[in-house]
């Protein structure tokens, strides 16, 4: 049988016959590494998604006014640690001109807007120099 190493773990699994393009093993971890990085992509191609899900986070905050403010209160230690994670992402973050904190839905829609962008390359190429393009781009829809 084939084996293939999980994205995440990084462990050899054997994908099922099923799904010929596992990328993934079957654990637990695993799986929700695989559905966030989904849900993150999805977020930012998909405007009606990115729309359905602000509204439906939207919505459950309304519902639940106090959730947070009361999950907080019962667990301190969740709190400071977040405080101190929160304090250091601020740190990194350039300031000029932005809020510290923006909840998902401030971007009215998360896409880029039509434009000039320069698109950078993550990974070296082959002879190992940087790569940039200039790029316009025209949202279509
Ligand atoms: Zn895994």
């Given amino acids: 049988m084939e084996k293939r190493w999980c994205s995440a773990c990084g462990e050899a699994f054997e994908p099922r016959p099923q799904a010929p393009r596992q990328s993934y093993c079957e654990k637990s971890d695993c799986q929700k590494s695989r559905k966030r990085l989904w849900q993150k992509t999805k977020r930012k191609t998909d405007h009606d998604y ?25 667990h301190p230690d969740y709190t400071a640690k977040n405080r101190q994670k929160q304090s250091q992402r601020n740190a990194r973050r350039p300031t000029q001109g932005n809020p510290l904190i923006a909840n998902s839905d401030a ?13 950078v390359a993550i990974t070296p190429n082959t002879w190992g120099g940087r790569q940039e393009w200039l790029v316009q781009m025209t949202l279509m829809s």
């Fill in 107 to 119: 971007s009215p829609t998360g896409l880029p807007v039509t434009g000039l962008f320069k698109l």
């Fill in 50 to 74: 990115h729309e359905n899900q602000a509204q439906a986070q939207l919505n459950w905050r309304k519902d639940h006014p106090d959730y947070w403010r009361e999950y907080r209160e019962a």
